[in-house]
């Protein structure tokens, strides 16, 4: 295949890169609906949803990504997509047990973390309320 009928698209968490590779096609969910992306189609900016994520490589191969809400920029033929969680799969039918798995895991460390955050910020407040008391 020429250069100018690949694209090279990213995927990309908060992080680090979760994937990068040549494609042939990416088909994606926005807010206005799915769609398909081939290497000659109009640059643009759009807002993803929580979805799956399909990517076809320059070998024609089909890979499966579950990601959470993200953005996705085309521009020339470089596709560079940013997402809050993202996961690849090996196929459609797994694909729903690792995001299952790993989003959970990932939801538990968020609570236990908005739980210490609010225990700290609990704190604060005392403190500070102690601080205004006269002293006698």
Request: hydrophobic content about 45%; proline content about 3%.
């Amino acid at each position: 295949m020429s250069q100018n009928q690949l694209m090279q698209v990213s995927v990309r968490l908060p992080t680090r890169l979760l994937f990068s590779c040549e494609a042939t096609k990416v088909f994606a969910e926005a807010e206005n609906g799915a769609f398909a992306m081939l290497p000659k189609h109009t640059d643009f900016v759009t807002a993803l949803l929580p979805s799956v994520l399909v990517i076809t490589d320059a070998q024609g191969e089909e890979l499966y990504f579950g990601i959470d809400q993200g953005i996705l920029v085309k521009h020339g033929y470089n596709i560079d997509i940013a997402v809050r969680r993202g996961v690849q799969g090996d196929d459609l039918e797994t694909l729903n047990d690792t995001i299952q798995a790993t989003f959970m895991e990932v939801d538990e460390d968020e609570r236990v973390a908005r739980t210490a955050l609010s225990k700290l910020e609990a704190g604060i407040v005392r403190r500070f309320s102690d601080l205004r008391k006269p002293l006698t």
